[in-house]
């Protein structure tokens, strides 16, 4: 199984071209589409979704993201093994948030190549602005056919330096979904630090509801979603619409204070 993440959008044939350069080599692959729909050249919120849907694959499968601003450029390469996938992208911070959330337990290799170190996949000569079709697209389908081994692929490599994900009492916007949630890069499990928890947005206290359903029509709410983060809703509307919100502002959760009235 191959899933396949971009920014590429659906109304151009590169996701089809790209599909067409795996099952030429392989064409026994189950392709997945995660999403094409990654806003343009935005690496962390790729990220974040790869991070959160991944471990809901088989083992054995190779997830194929490119979302590449530096196309063409002397950037490298990553290739990353853990938890009995593989994980091929570009080397610009994609592949952080997977490597830095997994399992202290699961084995992990961090390997950076370049185009030299797949002299034995006979790549023409690639491109300089559709790598995704010209070397990632070829790489995952010889791994996904078990024609070549991770380990013969570039060199293990210092991984990138672990942050302080979680806990975190302040974040970001980071998605913002087909109905107007606005997902944020908190965990859960920062609420277990406070009594009443509450979502602060710019000057707005929101309070944590355990779903969309517990508050009236059109109320704001917090939530911790499927994903196991914390979003604002809005109660059978769009969250985006009503505050204006956009990606990048901060979100933080705070005590409950119920001498302030909760915005609504």
Not at 110 to 117: A, E, K, P, S
Not at 200 to 219: N, S
Not at 239 to 256: F, P, T
């Amino acid at each position: 199984m191959i899933s396949l993440m971009t920014d590429f959008g659906l109304s151009d044939p590169y996701v089809g071209v790209m599909k067409a350069a795996i099952l030429n080599r392989h064409p026994a692959a189950r392709l997945v589409d995660l999403t094409h729909s990654i806003p343009a050249f935005q690496v962390h919120e790729a990220g974040f979704w790869l991070d959160r849907c991944w471990r809901y694959f088989p083992v054995g499968t190779v997830h194929l993201t490119v979302v590449d601003p530096g196309v063409g450029t002397q950037r490298g390469m990553v290739l990353l093994e853990t938890g009995g996938q593989l994980f091929v992208a570009p080397d610009n911070g994609l592949l952080h948030a997977v490597w830095h959330s997994r399992a202290a337990s699961e084995t992990c290799c961090w390997r950076t190549f370049n185009l030299t170190d797949l002299a034995d996949l006979n790549l023409p000569q690639p491109s300089h602005t559709f790598h995704g079709r010209d070397i990632f697209a070829p790489l995952a389908a010889e791994l996904s056919a078990g024609r070549i081994a991770p380990e013969s692929i570039g060199n293990l490599t210092q991984p990138p330096v672990p942050v302080a994900l979680y806990p975190r009492t302040s974040g970001q916007i980071v998605s913002i979904d087909h109905f107007g949630n606005l997902l944020t890069d908190l965990h859960a499990s920062i609420l277990n630090q406070f009594s009443q928890p509450a979502l602060r947005f710019r000057d707005r206290q929101i309070p944590l509801l355990p779903t969309y359903a517990m508050t009236q029509p059109g109320k704001l709410l917090a939530l911790v979603n499927s994903w196991g983060s914390l979003e604002i809703a809005l109660a059978q509307g769009n969250a985006q619409l009503q505050l204006a919100a956009q990606k990048g502002e901060i979100v933080s959760v705070v005590e409950l204070d119920l001498s302030n009235k909760i915005s609504t």
